[in-house]
């Protein structure tokens, strides 16, 4: 059990990973006043969106291997499967990019994400890919979860910052 309690301070990234899940749901918690105002949207339904790219973001980090596999078993099974599945890539790919200011988000979040993955690999704690995915899962929630109770911004210069 001690072990488990100082593997923050081992792998510092894990610390980096909740102080950017902070700052993030502090930030959607922002966005969220000006999303309800400016577009009508709901409020669970914003929320909904952001917690399910996050739990997205991190199965994709933590189970890469996993996933490519299925994908390529599935793609290799025909010439009209593989096109339907580079054609859903690249069709899904394309609408995410076209909203510009989401992907700087999962940027953010994906690469404090893959430095907690390879920090843990670093000291040797390589957990099975669902194990991890659970783990970096809940820091990244319970990190949003408290940033977004934060009602008003970290700091002037970062709300000035994630604001353009």
Request: charged share 10%.
């Amino acid at each position: 059990m001690l072990r488990l309690l100082v593997v923050p301070f081992r792998a510092p990234s894990l610390l980096l990973l909740f102080g950017v899940a902070v700052v993030m749901g502090n930030h959607w918690s922002l966005l969220q006043a000006e999303q309800i105002d400016s577009l009508g949207i709901d409020v669970e339904l914003f929320w909904i969106v952001e917690v399910l790219q996050a739990v997205v973001l991190v199965v994709i980090c933590t189970m890469p291997d996993l996933i490519l596999r299925q994908v390529s078993l599935l793609m290799a099974a025909s010439r009209a499967i593989s096109l339907l599945v580079v054609l859903l890539l690249v069709i899904t790919a394309g609408l995410y990019l076209l909203h510009l200011s989401l992907l700087a988000d999962v940027l953010i979040l994906a690469s404090a994400v893959l430095l907690a993955r390879l920090d843990l690999t670093r000291i040797r704690v390589v957990p099975p890919p669902v194990v991890m995915a659970i783990a970096l899962g809940l820091i990244l929630l319970g990190g949003i979860w408290i940033g977004q109770q934060i009602s008003t911004p970290l700091h002037p210069r970062l709300a000035e910052l994630l604001a353009g």
